[in-house]
């Protein structure tokens, strides 16, 4: 049974359909730690400006633009905006500070596919709903899980490991194909928050929850399988002697 939804507003607040685009996030902490990150990437070495930069501009854009409201309202938005931190802002981060890696690919790989499959637990979204801290630290988790990831799946080492370059973006693919499956394919809504706020935007909330399954495919787990099976392509047409895990 899905339990009535709070009455608390979510983190960057609900939005309609007519103003969407001026409901900017201007949460002072926000802008205080991207400017941070600015400082960083001002004084970082000139070879990994643009993609410093770019990790920037992907922060404003999650997380200060209209993007966040509408994320809040419509759960079809919160995957769009979960992709965009895994697969933009995570790889941008990787590339641009690309010596802050530590670990291995495929229990990153996990460790993402997790964070990423907690936020679609019932409780543990209604939680993230009512709690700024929740919501920042299944944010956080996901985001850092993902920019080790690809931090240690880019690394050099990585090469010489080609079953585990295969292995971690093929696993990240079936985390998102699973999810995706489930908010496609359940026959009712399963989050009682958008119950209440799809009706915002003049769509239904099962309407919502199944494009935001078709989004977690074809923005998430389509990119992935491909990085995957490029990985294979090249594992496959290489010699056999010096290959290991």
């Known amino acids: ?116 499959a907690a936020w679609f637990v019932p409780s543990v979204y209604s939680f993230a709903w009512q709690s700024d801290a929740a919501y920042w630290a299944l944010q956080l988790v996901m985001l850092g899980a993902a920019w080790q990831f690809w931090a240690t799946w880019f690394a050099p080492a990585t090469d010489s490991r080609p079953l585990i370059a295969v292995a971690a973006p093929a696993l990240l693919a079936m985390a998102m194909g699973f999810t995706g499956a489930l908010l496609t394919f359940a026959p009712r809504p399963l989050f009682a928050e958008h119950i209440f706020t799809t009706v915002l935007f003049g769509v239904s909330p099962l309407w919502d929850q199944q494009l935001a399954g078709l989004l977690m495919w074809t923005a998430g787990m389509v990119p992935m399988a491909l990085l995957a099976f490029v990985r294979l392509g090249r594992l496959a047409g290489a010699p056999a002697e010096g290959a290991r895990c």
Request: charged fraction near 10%; include cysteine.
């Open 1 to 116: 049974m899905v339990s009535a939804a709070s009455v608390t507003m979510p983190y960057c607040g609900l939005t309609t359909a007519d103003r969407w685009l001026t409901s900017w996030n201007f949460d002072p902490i926000v802008i205080a730690a991207i400017a941070a990150v600015s400082v960083l990437a001002l004084h970082g070495p000139r070879n990994l400006g643009a993609q410093r930069w770019t990790a920037v501009a992907l922060m404003a854009m999650l997380w200060i633009s209209p993007l966040c409201a509408a994320s809040a309202t419509l759960l079809s938005v919160r995957v769009a905006h979960h992709m965009a931190l895994m697969l933009l802002l995570a790889p941008a981060l990787a590339l641009g500070w690309p010596k802050l890696r530590l670990g291995d690919p495929l229990a990153w790989a996990i460790g993402a596919s997790l964070a990423l």
